[in-house]
């Protein structure tokens, strides 16, 4: 019996846990209370890696389609069959007949992503998709439209910050995204009392139930760009702009300010749902505070207008002089200099494609055209592979994308479980889980606001015939003629990259890798931004990035901002309900968390809302609109803002056998109200129109 020091892979923070393992079996998990960074703190989703790692509903053995279902084979049987029809395609069509979607747990997941880059890469296909496009993929633009490089994201430095505003967030469910903290609402409640001010701008009150906490200010769904504006213009019309900064580093500052001015207060006030003169206050205490720092997460990324959002949340730390300030937002290095690595001209990935002006956002095609890619693409796409993800539930327009799916010659998923899309796969392939392999915490890299770096082995190694995602990957490129890491033999080193990108930092790998809970590493520190990490050509922040008027972005931002005007506030309108229940489609099969009260999706409604259409707590409702219906219950919620409804994603797993318990409690999808295909999606960056979504609400 020992105990053994590892991390989380759920979500960025990697939290430091330890797992009991006893003669080859892992007991237990609990967080580890030495751990550098986390010292202790793990939310009860890592904790549930371990019911995850024992679930008999896992795939354990490759699984092939039958007419009576699906039946185990061997991996030989598997390589070999998807290898020999992969073949046939090429020679017949050529790579632009296969694709891809790549789900959001490779990004926790070290070495899964230099195996899906070497396949495809060495197969020529050019056209693939990813969750990113549902998720962050914005940040990524914004990015590289303002600091020149797609890897470059500021940290709010929570623990020294005067003034901390939060667009879009739920730190007591999410933890946060885009900044790499441990118990983020720890952080902010210490925050708060110390007597820094915490402003968190969201549809609902999500932290009311956190005394401590900060102050939400609710504002109207997919508006807060058009605050964000507001409250530059209210800065700059001020005189509380910092001009030493402004002059020192930044460019096209006049065409920035002349931006702004088009959403004064008095314009924007009756669109976002806050007084002129909030708005004006808003600006005053944020940029006269003595350090004040700014972040946003998918609340906001997931509107129309994600990148320009991105972009002026960067103009509101940079144009305050918060930027590269202690307690403002400071670049977090940790073992190696991503924002180098990710330098980038936006107008490089950009072309004319078959739905008009497109562009590859890291690679990806918009998540929201894989419908109508997979039926009426020429050549036709024959193949698809589906890696650790679950578009079926997790990208709008859930009935196309099932017809696109059927109609796809061979579909192969590699998963831990047969998810949704799993189930209409021909073949599903067991992967390890995070407690079977070994893994870097690399997806918090850039983002820490403590940063360190650790190393932790497989726990046990992979239970039956699972296999890690780049062995599978690996044995297809074999199969298939092509290079591959396993011609150096079974077990390969994979760890070169990994110890090459931590020498540049004068790191040893070796010495990580024998430290268990982790290095820390120089803390964040102000005074190197402009002169070492921001990548644009003359080293400058750009404050009116061109690409913006090049595609049209700023037009259309002026053409939504009249469709908001014209609609008026009666209009209900959906977002995303974060929950602790919940977390992608790993987490829909545990039974722990299928508590009382939590065996459906409700549409969340405002009691207002609710009276105002005869309805009462637990009535069964249609909500309908443009692009879909469905219906459920409704749950009385007093924390949206009236005029907002709000459903979790994730449900709907009415045919999902290879999940019992998903199945067992399937809910109803809220992405089948969600727009798809050509239109829903911003075309700066991919990102999918997915909330602020219009629907009517009526009694079913």
């Known amino acids: 019996m020992s105990n053994v020091s590892t991390f989380c892979r759920v979500c960025e923070p990697a939290c430091g846990l330890i797992a009991r393992v006893e003669d080859g079996e892992i007991t237990s998990l ?19 890696s371990l019911d995850i790692h024992l679930d008999p509903d896992r795939v354990d053995r490759p699984q092939r389609r039958t007419a009576d279902g699906f039946e185990d084979a061997s991996w030989d049987e598997a390589i070999g069959d998807i290898a020999a029809r992969l073949r046939r395609i090429l020679d017949e069509d050529g790579p632009e007949a296969i694709t891809a979607y790549v789900g959001n747990p490779t990004a926790f997941n070290t070495f899964v992503g230099p195996a899906i880059g070497s396949l495809l890469g060495q197969l020529g296909i050019r056209k693939t998709f990813s969750s990113g496009t549902q998720d962050c993929s914005n940040k990524f633009a914004g990015s590289e439209a303002v600091f020149g490089t797609s890897t470059c994201h500021p940290v709010p430095d929570i623990e020294h910050t005067d003034h901390l ?22 952080e902010i409640k210490r925050a708060v009392k110390r007597g820094a001010v915490v402003r968190h701008v969201n549809p ?15 504002l109207r769904p997919d508006t807060d760009v058009y605050l964000m504006a507001a409250l530059l213009d209210a800065i700059f019309a001020e005189g509380l702009a910092d001009a030493a900064a402004l002059a020192d580093h930044g460019t096209r500052v006049e065409e920035l300010r002349a931006f702004v001015s088009r959403y004064p207060a008095e314009r924007v006030a009756e669109v976002v749902g806050l007084s002129a003169e909030q708005i004006r206050s ?8 003595d350090r004040a720092s700014v972040h946003m997460s998918t609340g906001t990324n997931m509107g129309r207008q994600g990148t320009l ?5 960067q103009m509101l730390s940079f144009v305050t002089g918060n930027l590269d300030r202690e307690g403002g937002n400071l670049y977090s290095l940790g073992f190696y200099a991503a924002a180098k690595a990710g330098r980038t001209k936006p107008e490089k990935h950009f072309f004319d494609g078959p739905h008009g002006r497109m562009r590859r956002i890291r690679g990806s095609w918009p998540g929201n055209l894989m419908a109508d890619e997979l039926r009426k693409s020429e050549p036709k ?6 890696i650790a993800g679950n578009p079926v539930l997790s990208v709008g327009g859930e009935e196309a994308l099932r017809e696109a799916i059927e109609g796809v010659e061979l579909v192969v998923s590699l998963d831990l479980y047969r998810n949704a899309t799993g189930e209409l796969a021909d073949w599903v392939l067991p992967c390890a889980d995070g407690l079977e392999r070994a893994d870097l915490n690399i997806a918090g890299l850039g983002l820490q606001a403590r940063p360190y770096v650790q190393w932790s082995d497989a726990l046990v190694p992979p239970r039956h015939e699972r296999k890690e995602e780049w062995w599978i990957l690996a044995r297809l490129e074999q199969a298939l003629g092509l290079k591959s890491v396993l011609d150096a033999g079974p077990k390969p080193e994979l760890t070169g990259r990994l110890a090459h990108m931590m020498s540049t930092r004068g790191i040893d790998f070796q010495e990580a890798v024998a430290t268990p809970g ?31 008027e090049t595609e049209d972005a700023l037009a259309r931002c002026a053409t939504i901002f009249e469709e908001l005007e014209a609609e008026g506030p009666e209009v209900l309108k959906l977002i995303s309900l974060r929950t602790p229940y919940m977390h992608n489609s790993w987490y829909q099969n545990l039974e722990k968390l299928k508590r009382p009260g939590r065996l459906e999706n409700p549409l969340h409604i405002h009691s207002l809302d609710a009276e105002a259409r005869g309805l009462t707590d637990g009535d069964r409702v249609l909500c309908r609109n443009t692009w879909g219906e469905i219906e459920a219950p409704i749950h009385i919620d007093d924390t949206l803002r009236p005029g907002v409804v709000a459903m979790t994603h994730g449900w709907g797993n009415r045919a999902t056998p290879g999940m019992s318990v998903a199945e067992r409690h399937p809910g109803v999808n809220a992405n089948r109200l969600l727009p798809s295909g050509p239109g829903s999606y911003e ?18």
Request: glycine share 8%.
């Open 282 to 289: 808003l600006a005053r205490e944020f940029a006269s505070a």
């Open 204 to 218: 609902r009150r999500i932290e009311e139930k956190e005394a401590g906490a900060g102050e939400v200010i609710q």
């Open 30 to 48: 609990r967080p580890d209370r030495d751990h550098p960074i986390s010292k202790g703190f793990a939310c009860h989703k890592g904790i549930a």
């Open 683 to 700: 075309p700066l960056s991919n990102q999918a129109f997915m909330t602020g979504i219009p629907l009517v609400v009526e009694r079913a």
């Open 381 to 386: 796409i024959r193949a698809l592979f589906v």
């Open 165 to 186: 505003l939060i667009f879009g967030e739920n730190p007591r469910v999410s933890h946060m995204s885009f900044i790499s903290l441990p118990d983020p609402l720890g």
């Open 518 to 548: 982790g290095v820390p590493l120089e803390p964040l520190t102000p005074g190197r931004f402009f002169s070492d990490w921001i990548q644009t050509d003359d080293q400058r922040v750009d404050c009116y990035p061109p690409v913006f």
């Open 309 to 313: 959002a991105y972009w002026l949340l």
